[in-house]
């Protein structure tokens, strides 16, 4: 089959890996890729949230199968588009990707078929929320409705810090459309789990569960990130956890989107927190995670192409999706200044030897004229190794990584080994 990949970050790296060893898969395309994946598949440069040229490059290039991996394409409906003409794809349609992109539309989900989340209130109106944040009182938690690239999430430790937050979202026209409405919750606390589950609209195949890490710098301190870093399995979910998350929350989604006629097909990822009264839905997203990806596809033991096509076809339960008896570690090697600004064109040197004991997936490089590895975004390279068990794979990536360098390197020196209670 020839499959073209839609996405350029180190998730989309990490699915053409997994891909690219599929005896199903006889040609691999990514658009618009990045400079590590032109190794294993021919960039083509579309950015990936233009659905109308994508949707003619896939049929006139006789796609046979397109994978949709990031969040505003799905949201824009490129899996109905390509479904429309005639290309089979991966991925929820526009219908089902809501989850992820609306936070309100989530919630009253969750609200309707008893799935564990935060108590919460939505807003359009500015003094209203200000009365709810003054009656609710902080810690308190104030969320833009839509896609915001995860900045539109304020965690306010005090009422004067949310009411700013509402406001600006609200009146100051923060996020612009994202921001005209705003969910308020309750701010829940404990640590946080990813699970990543495959979906088929009525199966679903859970992965095993991850752990990403969004501050900045160690300690779980600074600004938010698109993600440092990420292991899995998380040693937090435990299998009465696991049990309970099947039973009250995974099973219970994927049912109310098909009840109400969006059934979920392609990857659903459960942000949970584990609360002392049990484990929450934080979020959802319609999407594999980036890191959480590159540590869990490094775990899967079966074809991924296999598994893609049962999604899309609704026969989930007829495939086996195994995994290593394993855990991995992805260490984001970011460039200086990430998430704020930052210098581009650094040459990056030792990959080839990182790339003896670990996998090294790119997400932000691109190749200079001589074929140079030269940085080209804020999170530059996921490093990914994976042991026995969790210290061998954490020891293993950061062994790894010593051996990269490019200019203004950073990377976080506590991946899987800090626990600090959110928030
Ligand atoms: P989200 O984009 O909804 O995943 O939110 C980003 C981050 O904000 C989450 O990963 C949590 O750390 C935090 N957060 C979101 N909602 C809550 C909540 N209700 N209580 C505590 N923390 C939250
Ligand atoms: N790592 C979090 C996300 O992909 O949304």
């Known amino acids: 089959m020839n499959v073209l990949i839609v996405g350029g970050g180190g998730r989309e790296h990490a699915i053409a890996w997994a891909l690219a060893k599929s005896p199903k898969v006889d040609g691999l395309w990514c658009a618009p890729g990045n400079g590590g994946i032109s190794a294993i598949a021919q960039c083509v440069p579309i950015a990936a949230t233009d659905v109308e040229a994508m949707v003619k490059w896939a049929v006139d290039n006789q796609m046979d199968f397109v994978v949709v991996a990031p969040d505003d394409p799905l949201a824009l409906g490129m899996v109905d588009a390509m479904e429309a003409a005639g290309v089979p794809a991966f991925g929820p349609t526009a219908a089902a990707a809501i989850v992820e992109a609306s936070k309100s539309f989530s919630k009253t989900l969750m609200e309707k078929y008893h799935i564990p989340t935060a108590k919460y209130k939505t807003f359009t109106e500015l003094d209203p929320a200000l009365a709810y ?41 923060k996020f612009g459309k994202a921001g005209a409405k705003v969910v308020i919750e309750e701010c829940m606390t404990g640590p946080e789990v990813t699970v990543l589950a495959f979906c088929d609209g009525e199966h679903l195949a859970a992965m095993p569960s991850s752990q990403d890490h969004k501050r900045a710098y160690d300690g779980n301190q600074g600004p938010n990130t698109g993600g440092m870093g990420a292991i899995s399995p998380s040693p937090n979910y435990t299998p009465e956890i696991a049990a309970r998350c099947m039973k009250e929350i995974f ?173």
């Open 133 to 173: 944040i003054e009656a609710q009182g902080a810690p308190i938690v104030v969320k833009a409705d839509g896609l915001a690239l995860g900045k539109g999430v304020v965690v306010a430790q005090s009422v004067e810090d949310a009411k700013e937050a509402a406001r600006s979202m609200l009146a100051g026209g």
């Open 251 to 423: 099973l219970p989604t994927v049912a109310a989107l098909k009840a109400e006629g969006r059934p979920f097909h392609g990857v659903l990822y459960f942000g949970l927190m584990l609360t002392p009264d049990g484990p929450k839905v934080v979020e959802y997203n319609a999407r594999f995670g980036d890191p959480e990806c590159q540590a869990v596809l490094s775990l899967l033991d079966s074809d991924l192409m296999e598994i893609f096509l049962a999604c899309r076809s609704g026969t989930l339960d007829q495939v086996e999706v195994r995994w290593k008896d394993a855990a991995a570690c992805c260490l984001v090697l970011a460039s200086g200044g990430y998430p704020g600004s930052y210098g581009k064109g650094y040459p990056i040197t030792g990959l080839e030897e990182a790339g003896r004991t670990a996998v090294v997936f790119h997400a932000g490089t691109r190749l200079g004229e001589d074929g140079a590895v030269l940085t080209n975004g804020g999170r530059v390279l996921g490093v990914t190794a994976v042991g026995p068990d969790l210290d061998a794979a954490i020891d293993g990536a950061y062994a790894a990584a010593a051996h990269i360098h490019f200019q203004d390197m950073y990377l976080r020196t506590d991946i899987g080994r800090v626990w600090v209670p959110n928030p």
